[in-house]
């Protein structure tokens, strides 16, 4: 007997993850963390930077809480955030501590100042929030950015104006030019347009220099080229720490990013490469399904990296037995024929198990195993189970004789996937861009009204079904995603013009030329 490896939940990683206690630890903890870094100081202990922290950090999980309510029910992803929040704080002490330092120490030609100012400009300003950009969104990242910003200008003796200002315009220029990053080189461009932000701010904001604007001359250029390196540099170096960090912080908290995606996105992988011999009509049906879920999610912004990357592996359980499957058939032979119609439903349902199976030996990542398992939701296997009652009707036509008994009811829920419905924008995608390639392959004559009207027809079945309850799409979007796999069938799937065939005179005076090898007469 075959054992299908199988998605284990602990229950003691459920309770830590969503559990209330857990919560209440984890933002006492972190309040503790907070006050020492933002109230404790070479003084002692000063109470009106503790009251003002703990506002500050009453208001960021108050606005967690109320527009961001998965995240707050989420342990993991507090920890995340307020951890993030935590290292930079103490990445800003650090520096402001060593900026200190060096202002006591002594240095030829740069006065106690222009050190102190220097160590200052290798401030990391948008180093939480490019790490939690690229981790949990740019809508979380602007939330850091505002309250990193308001904590860290407190760690210089009281609310730095300057520091407040110059950290939240470098943080939301690092948030919004993560937006489209899809390759490390991406990123290091990110730090850099960073570091130009941080220059640009320091030079209006008199933190370089001092540039003497009246008469040039004057100005020290050479401490003015350290300090635009350092302020520069600043963001160039967070943007580096960020690379060198995400492979831990993705694992440790199993987040895929949008780098991670498009290195997952290579049809290199074993399994893909057996689908293409094994099962060749499934794989070209993944690749299919890959492009309309890509575009699709692009229209409505949901991740495109992960639609398309998830689409490649949503049907790899039919590598078990993939002559069952229609498009995998070979000199028109129907596998199915001699089976019953339960046993048919149950070979093709198996596909899921046989996936989540064939993904944990491989090491694939939970957001595949989970597109694997939810994209055909608990829907019925329709064709077989139609096939069942038309069955039994005829059985019951043909024997008069029979007690009723003799002839159980079709059972629907034997015909079902076993489900979860799909939970994410992306698997819904997915889902619907499954049933519409499949679906669109029957089509006799190719045309826009037909297309329109079969993308409309399967995504209402679905919606009536009950297949997109658990997951994010609103009705828009939905609409948005209808009108996306529309473009893209008609485009893939447009008429060809039907050339006439030459006449059998022509044929022969081509045939005869190019055995003589002269010249054709095409007029």
């Not at 995504?459 to 979007?477: P, S």
């Not at 939905?478 to 006449?503: C, D, G, W």
Request: with cysteine; proline share 4%; charged share 20%.
């Amino acid at each position: 007997m075959k054992l299908r490896r199988r998605l284990t939940h602990r229950e003691w990683v459920e309770t830590l993850r969503h559990g209330v206690w857990t919560r209440i630890l984890l933002v006492v903890v972190v309040a503790v963390a907070i006050s020492r870094v933002v109230a404790v100081g070479p003084e002692g202990l000063v109470p009106e930077r503790l009251v003002v922290g703990w506002l500050i950090y009453g208001l960021s999980m108050a606005l967690l809480w109320l527009n961001h309510p998965r995240v707050w029910a989420d342990n993991s992803r507090l920890l995340l955030i307020f951890g993030t929040l935590l290292a930079h704080l103490e990445v800003v002490r650090w520096v402001v501590g060593n900026s200190a330092d060096a202002a006591a120490m002594g240095g030829a030609g740069w006065s106690a100042l222009d050190r102190k100012m220097f160590w200052e400009l290798t401030l990391p300003y948008a180093l939480g929030p490019l790490l939690i950009s690229l981790l949990l969104g740019q809508r979380l990242a602007i939330v850091l950015t505002i309250f990193a910003s308001l904590l860290g200008a407190m760690l210089n003796g009281g609310m730095d104006s300057r520091f407040l200002t110059i950290s939240m315009l470098s943080g939301f220029v690092g948030v919004l030019t993560t937006r489209q990053v899809r390759k490390r080189a991406d990123l290091i461009r990110a730090g850099l347009a960073v570091g130009v932000a941080t220059w640009v701010l320091s030079l209006l904001m008199g933190l370089l220099g001092p540039v003497l604007w009246d008469n040039l001359a004057l100005t020290h250029w050479n401490m003015v080229a350290w300090q635009s390196a350092a302020a520069i540099g600043s963001g160039v170096g967070a943007a580096l720490l960020v690379s060198a960090i995400l492979p831990v912080v993705e694992g440790l908290f199993r987040i895929t990013t949008s780098i991670t995606w498009l290195e997952l996105a290579d049809l290199n992988h074993p399994l893909l490469k057996r689908m293409t011999i094994e099962a060749p009509g499934s794989y070209h049906h993944s690749l299919i399904v890959a492009h309309l879920a890509e575009a699709a999610a692009e229209g409505i912004g949901a991740n495109a990296g992960m639609a398309r990357v998830c689409s490649y592996f949503h049907d790899i359980g039919k590598l078990v037995k993939p002559e069952y499957f229609v498009e995998n058939a070979r000199h028109g032979r129907n596998a199915h024929e001699d089976l019953a119609p339960t046993m048919s439903a149950l070979i093709i349902i198996a596909h899921v198990k046989e996936g989540v199976d064939l993904a944990l030996q491989h090491g694939l990542n939970r957001e595949i195993i989970d597109v694997i398992q939810q994209h055909h939701g608990n829907s019925v296997v329709v064709y077989f189970y139609n096939r069942a009652l038309k069955f039994q009707e005829e059985a019951r036509k043909t024997r008069t004789d029979r007690y009723e008994e003799d002839f159980p009811e079709v059972c629907e829920e034997s015909f079902r996937y076993p489900g979860p419905r799909p939970q994410s924008r992306e698997c819904a995608i997915i889902s619907l861009a499954d049933t519409v390639e499949s679906a669109s392959r029957c089509l006799e004559k190719v045309t826009p009204h037909k297309i329109d009207q079969l993308v409309d027809e399967l995504m209402l079945r679905r919606l009536i079904d009950g297949q997109l309850k658990e997951c994010e799409l609103t009705m828009r979007e939905l609409q948005e995603v209808a009108e996306s796999f529309k473009r893209t069938l008609r485009n893939m799937l447009h008429s060809r013009i039907a050339y006439p065939k030459p006449q059998e005179k022509k044929e022969h005076q081509i045939g005869s030329s190019i055995r003589q090898g002269t010249p054709l007469d095409v007029s």
